[in-house]
């Protein structure tokens, strides 16, 4: 309310400094939420003596849905079809009148409404207005969904995960979205570090438990693997093997 007041300040100050210079200020919220209505407000100031017939059109931004008024008119512009909507109104002498439309933006991000065109009809003197310019953000909900992202909803999108957007910065945080971003780099360096000293780790604990199993089983192998001694009799030469048949006369 203390914005608008002040902007109708502006405009009765300027127009009673130049009499015959007709104004056109146009303003809004900065910021909503998705699924908010924001309400765009045109003040025409009339500075001449006598009413006056005004002709006006409001180029509106894409990807809105037309609260009010309802009813809008479409056209070619820069090769681009294009929604605006048109008035005509007359303003009484010395006066500001204010003319109030409201839409829906259906994305997040930031809007641009370009400036509104209003044509004095009795001598066909034109003059705009300011661009506007607003914020849509997104309503939390611990969930990053497919049009959010980490500028457009922080609070559900944090710099760590994939989402579309590189925030190229020595931050601590790892976007995976950049390339070569520095706080990446440190984190894989680390990793990497500390996965090759739990490998090292791993296999000193191996060694440690399997060499002396390897040493005892190569000890048992070695043992069987010997030869069997053969011990000999030696004899000796004038001994003869007792004759089995020795007791038998030869009847012959």
Not at 103 to 126: A, R
Not at 159 to 186: L, V
Request: hydrophobic share 35%; proline share 5%.
């Amino acid at each position: 309310m203390k914005k608008i007041i002040y902007l109708i300040c502006i405009l009765l100050i300027v127009s009673s400094v130049s009499a015959q210079e007709l104004q056109v200020v146009k303003e809004s919220n900065p910021e909503i939420k998705l699924g908010d209505i924001i309400e765009i407000k045109i003040h025409i100031s009339n500075p001449s003596q006598t009413e006056k017939e005004f002709s006006i059109e409001e180029i509106l931004p894409k990807d809105i849905e037309v609260i009010d008024p309802t009813t809008f008119s479409t056209k070619r512009n820069d090769a681009l079809e294009v929604s605006y909507y048109s008035w005509i109104t007359l303003i009484s002498p010395n006066s500001i009148k204010t003319i109030t439309y409201k839409i829906k933006p259906l994305s997040l991000g930031e809007y641009s409404i370009s400036s509104t065109k209003v044509i004095d009809n009795s001598n066909l003197n034109e003059i705009e207005s300011n661009s506007i310019t607003f914020k849509v953000n997104c309503v939390p909900d611990n969930k990053c969904d497919l049009k959010e992202n980490s500028i457009l909803c922080p609070e559900d999108c944090s710099k760590e995960i994939s989402d579309g957007i590189c925030t190229y910065k020595a931050d601590g945080i790892c976007d995976p979205d950049c390339d070569d971003e520095p706080d990446c780099k440190k984190s894989e360096f680390n990793i990497k570090t500390l996965l090759i000293s739990f490998l090292v780790i791993i296999i000193i604990i191996l060694l440690i438990w399997l060499l002396p199993k390897i040493f005892k089983k190569k000890e048992k192998f070695q043992v069987q693997g010997e030869k069997t001694e053969i011990k000999y009799v030696n004899i000796p030469k004038d001994s003869k093997e007792k004759d089995p048949l020795s007791g038998f006369k030869n009847n012959q």
